[in-house]
């Protein structure tokens, strides 16, 4: 029997037209009075034809935009596995406590007296972040996690200057997250890859044969997008600042280890923190994110401002490189940074404490780990375990099956799972990248192994690669020419 039917409707879930495509012209949702007669000032500039306005009746308008919102798949509606991303559930308190009047109504021109309270949090989020790492200074400005990235790069740069060495390679592992090499390349930087070994780890003796005076930093993610924690770091940083280079961690996956380990300890000089990702803030999308840094002590001289200090009439704003900022390599963003987003970061810090955060990181790891020791059993992990934050596993177990990754993440969505990410990190052929994160249950996970589970013994079975490819069958749209929608997107209807 055909799925399709009169409407284009599937069951309740109703096929929606533009808004172009609804309504007359001459509706309206209110009625309103007729205009009194004007003097026409425009002269020729008058409009000559009706603007295409769509027009709608007011529950017609309603249902549009209600049914829109539904069409979205979010942390909210299931599970989202999305590895090296950390899609986690955001807790409504935090919403709460950034819409607090006090918060939400205030503006970043306003006098430093009237908003004490908001530099006070802005100051205590800060201090959680150096208290959690162990390091000497933070940066709160950054408004994304590529943003910090290139903070630490320009203060890494700003204190290489400053001792007139002018180093020329940032060296960036292949386990490190995409935005490392364009942040070093966008700071002016040659990118070095250094390979990774075959534990997926760092190949240390392949980093210290490039280490030279020549370079300015590693840039390494740790743990990496392997889901792998980098059991040598100590011997890597020790090398790093023998070669009088600096040492950069890219600390978007500090949800695994938050808690637990210092990066301080680690002889890291600086690391952005994805707050999103650790700190349950609304994922970034085109923002607003929020990346803030921390520094070593051998960076707190050139952090960028503005920064929070305690003055005699209480807190204070440095927003110029003056005095103790001298060295500072500058600003970066307008105004404060993402002040909505740290709210929400501190109120989750504040909710959970220590040991809440302790707990968070050990659930986190327990779930990636449980992910990998059930679904080796019919799919292919990359590495032995045991696992970070994220489980990887590649294609091997769908050799000559006739399916591939894409086609095996295309029918999880017919499942009402979102796919893992795909076909990254590159150390891995064909990589499916889970990251189970700690809000989610035992129950949730069962039901998404039991179906992977079952997704891999049918495409092992045989005569089901056109069942795959034919995949997703049950979602309003079937599968896009990606190629075509990523290269030549038709993002806008026009009237005629």
Known sequence: MSLESYTGNRGLVIEEPLIFEQGEPQRSAVDLPDLPAVTDRLG?????????????????CVRHYTRLSQKNFGIDTGFYPLGSCTMKHNPRLSEKAARLNGFANIHPLQPETTVQGALEAVSLLGQWLMDLTGMSAVAMSPAAGAHGELCGLMAIRAALEDKGDARQIVLVPESAHGTNPATAALCGYQVVSIPANEKGRVDVAALKAKLDNKVA???????NTCGLFESEILEIAAAVKAAGAYFYCDGANFNAIVGRVKVADLGIDCMHINLHKTFSTPHGGGGPGAGPVVLSERLVAYAPVPFVRKGKNGLELVEHCLGEAEKSFGRMKGFHGQFGVMIRALAYILSMGGNGLWQASSDAVLNANYLLARLSAELTPSFPGPCMHEALFDDRFLKDTGVTTLDFAKAMIDEGFHPMTMYFPLVVHGALLMEPTESESKQTLDIYVETLLSLAKKAKAGNAAEDFKAAPRLTPRRRLDETRAARSPVLRWKPV
Do not use: Q, V, Y
Not at 46 to 60: D, F, Q, S
Not at 217 to 223: D, S, Y
């Open 44 to 60: 020729g500039l008058a409009r000559k034809g009706n603007i295409g306005l769509p027009g709608l009746a007011e529950p017609e």
């Open 217 to 223: 930093a590693l840039m390494l993610t740790n743990p």
